[in-house]
Each structure stands twice: as structure tokens, then as C-alpha cells.
């Protein structure tokens, strides 16, 4: 499987965060990425502040953050 179909660049699965703090709009995301990336692991935040604790407890290769959040 190439790095463009849902595995890292060192082969491992692709790690996307997603942050917003809209469930809605995580929940429409995931989806959207789980059908482009089957294989990925995509973990999801409400807010930033998780979203630091997530990332500083492994690694991640995208986050896709909204820019309007309290």
C-alpha cells in the first residue's frame, strides 16, 4: 500500500486528529477521511486543549483543526 492510500511514511497507518468543537462536523470529517483512508487511524478532540494531551501521547502525521473555536 502506497503512503497516498492510508499508511504513513514509514509504513505504519496514516494518524489523523481531528479537532473541532462541532460533533457534527467531527462525526461528517471522519467519514469523509475514512472513505478516502480506509486503513487510518483518526482520533477526534472537542477542543484544543485536548488536542495538545492527545498529540503529546504519540505521534500524528495531520491535524485537521477547525479555525473557529472558542
Do not use: K, N, Y
Request: proline share 3%.
Amino acid at each position: 500500500m502506497s503512503a497516498g492510500a492510508g499508511m504513513g511514511g514509514d509504513g505504519a497507518a496514516l494518524r489523523l486528529l481531528i479537532v473541532d468543537d462541532e460533533r457534527l462536523a467531527r462525526s461528517r470529517l471522519r467519514t469523509l477521511l475514512a472513505e478516502l483512508w480506509p486503513d487510518a487511524f483518526i482520533d477526534e478532540a472537542a477542543h484544543a486543549a485536548q488536542a495538545l494531551d492527545m498529540m503529546g501521547r504519540g505521534a500524528t502525521d495531520a491535524v485537521l483543526m477547525d479555525i473557529h473555536m472558542p
